[in-house]
């Protein structure tokens, strides 16, 4: 009973997607993710996370760049994280920044116009959260677009 309620709360919560876009100007070449904790959530440690990637070309799975760096990994970075520990989300307020980048190495292929993925964001104690992620139509002089 307690993994259960474990998988439905120890959760991300995303709270926006965004794609930077490449220099050609007409493909996807990294996607941001805004997150929390969901409510009821209790210590989330951003290391052992896996955000398994869905696309056109296949599926992808990536870790946290400091769990390893050989595979396809994101990064995080802090937008808000009141116990200056930029691995944990430890309290309702902190906010972090998970990106993914896509093109070369390991990592899954560019969305190009009009293309969409799926993202299935999976915390240690087997919390999910997914996302859908669908790339505008004319992607012409936007550096960054909402997914």
Wanted: glycine content about 10%; proline content about 4%; overall charge negative.
């Amino acid at each position: 009973g307690e993994e259960s309620q474990e998988q439905v709360t120890n959760r991300l919560q995303i709270q926006s997607e965004a794609g930077g876009v490449a220099d050609s100007g007409d493909e996807i070449d990294a996607i941001v993710l805004n997150v929390k904790a969901a409510p009821g959530a209790g210590t989330i440690d951003l290391t052992a996370v896996t955000i398994r990637y869905l696309g056109p070309d296949g599926a992808v799975d990536y870790v946290s760049e400091k769990a390893d760096d050989s595979a396809a990994n994101f990064r995080t970075s802090t937008i808000l994280d009141e116990s200056d520990n930029p691995a944990l989300l430890d309290d309702q307020s902190d906010r972090m920044r998970l990106t993914l980048t896509l093109g070369g190495g390991p990592h899954a292929s560019p969305l190009g116009e009009g293309e969409t993925a799926t993202l299935q964001v999976n915390t240690e104690s087997g919390g999910e959260s997914i996302v859908r992620v669908a790339v505008p139509d004319s992607l012409s002089d936007a550096s960054v677009v909402d997914l």
